[in-house]
Each structure stands twice: as C-alpha cells, then as structure tokens.
C-alpha cells in the first residue's frame, strides 16, 4: 500500500503556480507514491491535465483530493494564502501532512489553525541550507525567476536601453545598474542586467560575496560602515543594527545618484525587510530613474515602496512588485514541482512518511506535528514559553 499525495488548484489572488508538473513525477519512481490531483490545477502554469493523465495521475474535484490524499502539496499553503486558503480549512483531516510555502514567522495564526486540525505541515521556506538540502531550496528556486523578472521590469520601464550601441544616430551610452543584496535573487539580477548589456554595480553588506559579484563582470561596491559578522550561520544577512544601517544609508546615497536603476533585493527571513533606500536618497536620484523592490512583499527596502503598485516620485518609478516568481508560472512551477518532490522522496521511507525529528532536515522545516506547534523558532515568534 504506497501514498497517496494530492495536489490542488492554488488559490491565493493571482496565484498562477502549481505544486507538481508532469515532468517532476519521475522522482517519485519506485517510491510507491501515488499522485492525484485537482483537474485544471496546472492549466494556469501551461501544463494541461492530458499530461498529467499520460503519466498516470488521477484526475478529480478538489474535495475528492483532500479525501483522498494522505499528503498535500501546495504552493501556498495556509500562511501563505490567508484568506482563501481558510476554505480548505474543513476539507484537511487529523493526520494528514502538508507541504508548501506558509509564512510560519510571521503567519503564527495559521499554524495554530493546522494544529488544531491535527494536520503535520512542512514549510519550505524553512528548508536549511546545508548540502544535502540545496536540492530542496525553494526559496532560492524563487529568488532566482525574482531577479530575472526585476532586471527585465527594469529594463521595460528605464526611459533608456540597456546595451551601448554605436548608432548612425551616434553613440548610446550604456545604462548604469545598481543591485543591493547579492543573494540569490540579487546576483541573478546583476547577471540579467548584464546579458542586456548594462553596466552593473552590486553591493552586499557580506563582503564575502564580492567575489560572485564580479565574477558575473560587475563592480562591487565597498562603503565604508563596518561589515563584520554581518551573515548568520545560515549564510543568510543578518539584521543588523539601527546605527549601522544609518551609516549605510549615508554612504548609499552619493552611490545611488550615479545610477539609472537600482533593484534592491535584501531580506532577512521571518522579519520585516530592513529600509535600505530613503526619501532623502530618491531626491538624489535623477528624473526617469528606475528603482525595482524585489522586497515591496516584506514591506520593501525603499521607504516609497507600496507593495503590488508603481508609485510615481519626482519623475522616479518606485516599482514594488509582489509574487514575481507567479508572473513567469511556466519555469517557476518547474524548479517548485523539483525541490518538493525531491523533499517528499527524502521524507518516504519504505513506502511510509516517515517524520524522523532527529533528522535536520525534518526538524528545520516541521512546523505543526501531531496537534501541536513544535517548532522553536514560531514557538518564539509566538510569544510561546514551551515548545512540545
């Protein structure tokens, strides 16, 4: 008797991602699981219900998979689909295990709701980074369509092209590209922006990724505000201190009114998005500059920023994009449907989830088990003064 995991329509507001694509099912070989699934659910992303039926997928209605599934993956779980996602809510029964996104720090009501439906839920955002979890890294799957999209957003909207060209008209110059935060996102903005013939800069209070920078042929730019121990142990930034991100803004703002563009990219999970650009460095900025907040979800790293709008300042358009891994569904489902599905191997043992909470990986990411919140970190976030 294998498992049975189900996958359903996403249901959060423009929310064009599915969970599993057809071509991600070989992972599952010899595992004994079965998938079935909502049929249409991968119609937003491209993926038609032929091609899930041609591998073997049960097609039927949304109740149907809840009843069915022992397992569900999702995109956007609860904490990530507050609103519509309470529908499901009496679809889930006690013992059944969810896998998605849920935005477990900050969400803590959500997590609280799946406790108490009995339902273990994984969260991706969760997954640590170590070696043998990288093939599991949703965010950083995400964060990659989010710097490419940031780049081309950038490009659309700029009042100039990208590339010099040598014209009969006369030289183009290049236009000058600034991105803030190398993590995934960022030095995937600088690699776009750079195959678009930009001339790009990067800055990073981590000044080991200087490197990366300028492997990707962009300048790093170094500011003069004391960077040490300014990466957690997780290789993530740090949210660092009030005095130190005063000093950076200072240094910033002469290295902002140089640029045509500038995308900033820095996050510092589970908590609010540090305000890296202000008003006072926007006025430096000339008129038809471009700035594009891959940040706006987690209230952005430019104080203009509004998250899901382009604001319109002095001539500068503040774009704060939300969910852009959404807006290219087709690659984005792609790279999702890879990592769950190699998370749900490593979880089945045997033919049976096995929930080993000895194991990192497990530990890491579980964060509701057995009706309780088990997970330190949203214990803490929740003010709670037990962890079961």
């Given at each position: 008797?294998?498992?049975?995991?189900?996958?359903?329509?996403?249901?959060?507001?423009?929310?064009?991602?599915?969970?599993?694509?057809?071509?991600?099912?070989?992972?599952?070989?010899?595992?004994?699981?079965?998938?079935?699934?909502?049929?249409?659910?991968?119609?937003?992303?491209?993926?038609?219900?032929?091609?899930?039926?041609?591998?073997?997928?049960?097609?039927?209605?949304?109740?149907?998979?809840?009843?069915?599934?022992?397992?569900?993956?999702?995109?956007?779980?609860?904490?990530?689909?507050?609103?519509?996602?309470?529908?499901?809510?009496?679809?889930?029964?006690?013992?059944?295990?969810?896998?998605?996104?849920g935005e477990p720090l900050t969400a803590m009501?959500?997590?609280?709701?799946?406790?108490?439906?009995?339902?273990?839920?994984?969260?991706?955002?969760?997954?640590?980074?170590?070696?043998?979890?990288?093939?599991?890294?949703?965010?950083?799957?995400?964060?990659?369509?989010?710097?490419?999209?940031?780049?081309?957003?950038?490009?659309?909207?700029?009042?100039?092209?990208?590339?010099?060209?040598?014209?009969?008209?006369?030289?183009?110059?290049?236009?000058?590209?600034?991105?803030?935060?190398?993590?995934?996102?960022?030095?995937?903005?600088?690699?776009?922006?750079?195959?678009?013939?930009?001339?790009?800069?990067?800055?990073?209070?981590?000044?080991?990724?200087?490197?990366?920078?300028?492997?990707?042929?962009?300048?790093?730019?170094?500011?003069?505000?004391?960077?040490?121990?300014?990466?957690?142990?997780?290789?993530?930034?740090?949210?660092?201190?009030?005095?130190?991100?005063?000093?950076?803004?200072?240094?910033?703002?002469?290295?902002?009114?140089?640029?045509?563009?500038?995308?900033?990219?820095?996050?510092?999970?589970?908590?609010?998005?540090?305000?890296?650009?202000?008003?006072?460095?926007?006025?430096?900025?000339?008129?038809?500059?471009?700035?594009?907040?891959?940040?706006a979800e987690r209230g952005g790293n430019c104080?203009?920023?509004?998250?899901?709008?382009?604001?319109?300042?002095?001539?500068?358009?503040?774009?704060?994009?939300?969910?852009?891994?959404?807006?290219?569904?087709?690659?984005?489902?792609?790279?999702?449907?890879?990592?769950?599905?190699?998370?749900?191997?490593?979880?089945?043992?045997?033919?049976?989830?096995?929930?080993?909470?000895?194991?990192?990986?497990?530990?890491?990411?579980?964060?509701?088990?057995?009706?309780?919140?088990?997970?330190?970190?949203?214990?803490?976030?929740?003010?709670?003064?037990?962890?079961?």
């Amino acid at each position: 008797m294998g498992i049975k995991v189900g996958v359903v329509s996403e249901t959060a507001p423009g929310e064009r991602r599915v969970a599993m694509i057809p071509g991600a099912l070989t992972v599952f070989n010899k595992t004994g699981i079965e998938l079935v699934m909502e049929a249409g659910a991968g119609m937003p992303a491209g993926f038609p219900d032929s091609e899930y039926a041609a591998k073997g997928v049960a097609l039927m209605r949304r109740e149907e998979v809840f009843a069915a599934a022992d397992v569900l993956l999702q995109v956007r779980s609860l904490g990530a689909n507050p609103e519509a996602g309470k529908a499901d809510l009496p679809l889930f029964r006690s013992g059944q295990t969810a896998i998605g996104f849920g935005e477990p720090l900050t969400a803590m009501d959500s997590a609280r709701l799946l406790a108490e439906r009995g339902v273990n839920f994984l969260a991706m955002e969760l997954m640590p980074r170590i070696t043998r979890a990288q093939s599991m890294d949703a965010l950083s799957s995400m964060a990659t369509i989010a710097g490419y999209k940031a780049a081309l957003i950038a490009a659309d909207s700029l009042p100039r092209m990208f590339p010099m060209l040598m014209t009969a008209a006369g030289t183009i110059t290049p236009a000058r590209v600034l991105v803030i935060g190398a993590g995934v996102a960022g030095l995937q903005a600088i690699a776009t922006a750079r195959r678009l013939g930009a001339v790009v800069s990067g800055y990073d209070i981590r000044t080991a990724v200087k490197e990366q920078i300028e492997s990707l042929g962009a300048r790093f730019i170094v500011l003069d505000v004391g960077e040490a121990g300014a990466e957690d142990k997780g290789g993530y930034a740090k949210a660092m201190g009030e005095e130190f991100y005063r000093r950076q803004r200072e240094a910033m703002a002469g290295v902002l009114a140089e640029h045509h563009v500038v995308i900033t990219t820095a996050a510092v999970p589970g908590k609010k998005a540090p305000v890296l650009v202000t008003t006072e460095m926007v006025d430096r900025m000339a008129p038809g500059s471009v700035i594009v907040d891959i940040a706006a979800e987690r209230g952005g790293n430019c104080e203009l920023t509004r998250p899901g709008e382009t604001v319109e300042y002095r001539g500068i358009a503040i774009h704060g994009p939300v969910n852009l891994p959404s807006s290219i569904p087709y690659h984005a489902s792609q790279m999702y449907a890879k990592n769950i599905a190699t998370f749900l191997k490593y979880l089945v043992k045997d033919g049976k989830l096995q929930l080993d909470r000895e194991d990192e990986i497990v530990r890491e990411t579980l964060v509701t088990y057995e009706g309780a919140i088990v997970h330190p970190r949203v214990s803490e976030a929740m003010g709670a003064s037990h962890v079961h």
